[in-house]
Each structure stands twice: as C-alpha cells, then as structure tokens.
C-alpha cells in the first residue's frame, strides 16, 4: 500500500531562469505547485504527503535580502493554505528548526497545526530548512537529556526522539530537477523507500509526471532487506 509520498522539490530556480524570470520568482511557482500536486495526491487518496522546501544548509547559502523574501512568502502562504486545508479536512504538519526560524512565521505554523489537527482526509507535511542528519543529531541529544545509557542506544531509542517519529516511513520518495541523489530527507526512516528521480524542474512537475512515478513504483518488488 502506497501510503508516504516525499518530494524533494529541486529545480525552482532553474526553471526561473530558463523562463527569464526574477530570481525570486521560482519560490512562488514552486509554492503554486504544490497545491497542484496535493489535489492530486487527494483524488487518489494517499494518506501521507511530505514536501521537503529548503535544506537548513541551503539557508545558510542564501543572502539576507532572500531569507527575508522567504520568510514573507511561507507567512502569507500559510493563511492560504490554513483555507484550503480547512475546505479539503487536509491536516497539516510542519518541521522545523525553530532556532533558524522568524518568530512571525513560528506563530503561523503553530496556528496551521492546531487550526487543521481534526481533519482527517489527508496528512500534509512541509519540511522547512530541514536536514536529516540534523534531526538525528537533535534525537541522540534529546535521548541523552533522559539519563539513558549513551553506550547502549537502540535505532528504537533514537527513532522515539525524532521529530518526524509520528510518521509512517515514505514509501516513495520523489526527486525533481534532473538532480540523483538522496541529500538525507527523512534520513533515518527511509533504508527501505523507493525513490523515483524525474527531469523535470519541480514548477513543470504535473499530476500527470507524478502518474508516470506511482507506475513505477507499483511495477517493482520490495523485499525490505529480506
């Protein structure tokens, strides 16, 4: 059963410039087509979807005038989003690293959570300036805070203190922008997804390429290390 759907979104600001486009103008395409593709993911009913925006070292790299654009545009979205969920029961979900975020888009996505928790058609995750060798470094240390026995710790110990832990594995992980690789998302969950790489920049991703990868996907055998 498909259940977890993960995109890794690469390729906005490729397309920007192939369709000579302000350089941050590929944001809010690439923001567009993700309502696209969940209204697709919900036609066919797939219970979980994930949506890996920025890496925390992609934020890093970027100027201070584009952090801030970034800001301005998740906190507008939000509201956004908010209705839509309301109006298609999408629950939505949000991970984060609250050290790297504004307080103004932290007090959005505490309200997107708690304003959609009841709803029950769709799960909706948005990974934002994410990385999933920081996550399992923020787990070991949450883990050692509880007194346990730092010499004998179990993948179960560290799996409790992530903070994607209440989220089936994806099954399928979806990488856009022509780009091969895995860059760690959902990097402790995911030795056993399938992984569908297309050459199309994520704002040129239709409902129609994400058909092309759940056939894929159901055309192989997955053995889980048997």
């Known amino acids: 059963m498909l259940r977890h759907i993960a995109f890794i979104m690469d390729g906005n600001r490729t397309w920007a410039r192939s369709n000579y486009?302000?350089?941050?103008?590929?944001?809010?395409?690439?923001?567009?087509?993700?309502?696209?593709?969940?209204?697709?993911?919900?036609?066919?009913?797939?219970?979980?979807?994930?949506?890996?925006?920025?890496?925390?070292?992609?934020?890093?790299?970027?100027?201070?005038?584009?952090v801030s654009y970034l800001f301005d545009l998740l906190t507008r979205s939000i509201e956004k989003l908010i209705t839509d969920a309301t109006e298609k029961n999408i629950r939505l979900y949000f991970?984060?690293?609250?050290?790297?975020?504004?307080?103004?888009?932290?007090?959005?996505?505490?309200?997107?959570?708690?304003?959609?928790?009841?709803?029950?058609?769709?799960?909706?995750?948005?990974?934002?300036?994410?990385?999933?060798?920081?996550?399992?470094?923020?787990?070991?240390?949450?883990?050692?805070?509880?007194g346990k026995d730092m010499t004998n710790v179990t993948r179960e110990d560290i799996f409790a203190?992530?903070?994607?832990?209440?989220?089936?594995?994806?099954?399928?992980?979806?990488?856009?922008?022509?780009?091969?690789?895995?860059?760690?998302?959902?990097?402790?969950?995911?030795?056993?997804s399938e992984y569908f790489f297309s050459d199309r920049n994520w704002p040129d991703f239709s409902p129609y390429d994400l058909s092309l990868a759940i056939i894929s996907y159901e055309s192989r055998v997955r053995k889980f290390g048997k």
């Not at 590929?26 to 925006?53: M, T, V």
């Not at 070292?57 to 584009?66: A, C, L, M, P, V």
């Not at 990974?127 to 050692?144: H, N």
């Not at 994806?170 to 969950?189: A, E, N, V």
């Open 21 to 66: 486009l302000p350089q941050l103008e590929w944001h809010r395409r690439g923001y567009d087509n993700i309502e696209k593709i969940i209204d697709a993911c919900l036609e066919i009913q797939i219970p979980y979807i994930s949506f890996w925006a920025l890496s925390d070292d992609n934020i890093r790299e970027r100027s201070d005038i584009e």
């Open 95 to 146: 991970i984060w690293d609250r050290r790297l975020m504004r307080a103004d888009c932290l007090d959005a996505i505490e309200k997107a959570e708690k304003e959609t928790e009841s709803h029950t058609a769709m799960n909706a995750i948005f990974a934002i300036w994410y990385g999933g060798q920081e996550e399992i470094a923020r787990a070991v240390s949450q883990l050692a805070k509880t």
């Open 161 to 192: 203190h992530l903070e994607t832990n209440i989220f089936p594995p994806p099954d399928l992980i979806i990488r856009t922008g022509g780009h091969i690789r895995h860059s760690g998302y959902f990097l402790f969950q995911s030795p056993y």
